[in-house]
């Protein structure tokens, strides 16, 4: 009787199978590898771009704000000044009669915000002035006071920043009877002062 004998091992073909598995994980490997770092670089490039993007906007965001802050800012300065607000295009004087003189400025109504005192003086030997007290409602220019036609007048304002002082002449006066226009004398004077609520008038012959 034959004894069965045990296939013998093909060494060749098993190398060949083992190569072959060991190329095949090479290539596959390398295949996935490849994709992973070709997808990895797309991600980055792209979250670069994005974040440039949204770095971009950021910047535009913060500059803009600036801008407007400093606007603001400087529309808040015209509107608390009234050092800057044109007070002669107020008063309907006529600037082909006249002039107006150097405008004077005192915190007359206690509220930190100066007040200001508009004089317009007329051509010819009289002198005659107008003059107007404007202070800043809410931003705007308001009107307080006003006198008009002081013949030769003289305006100042108060030692306490009150009020002004307004002197003229009054040709009725007994001082200035029979004078002429070179001749006369101030003979009025009007106090304007502020009492809390509005100006009041207190007027004495000199």
């Known amino acids: 009787m034959e004894e069965n004998k045990a296939p013998l091992l093909d060494w060749k073909r098993l190398l060949i199978t083992i190569a072959i598995i060991l190329v095949t994980a090479v290539v596959v490997g390398g295949g996935v590898w490849l994709f992973s770092n070709q997808y990895e670089k797309s991600l980055l490039s792209t979250n670069t771009n994005e974040l440039k993007i949204l770095q971009k906007q950021l910047d535009d965001l913060r500059k803009n704000q600036i801008q407007t802050a400093a606007g603001n800012s400087s529309a808040v300065g015209a509107n608390t000044d009234i050092r800057k607000q044109d007070l002669t295009k107020l008063t309907g004087d006529d600037t082909a009669k006249g002039k107006f003189l150097d405008t004077q400025y005192a915190d007359f109504t206690g ?19 107008n003059v107007y007290i404007y202070t800043l409602k809410s931003g705007t220019p308001t009107l307080l006071y006003s006198k008009k036609e002081l013949e030769h007048g003289q305006v100042s ?3 306490d920043n009150t009020g002004v002082t307004l002197k003229y002449v009054n040709e009725s006066d007994s001082i200035n009877l029979g004078k002429s226009n070179s001749e006369f004398v101030v003979s009025r004077q009007i106090v304007v002062s502020w009492n809390g609520t509005k100006f009041i008038e207190t007027a004495t012959k000199l």
């Open 111 to 129: 509220d930190n915000i100066e007040d200001a005192v508009v004089t317009f003086q007329t051509e010819g030997t009289a002198g005659y002035k």
């Open 157 to 159: 304002l108060l030692n």
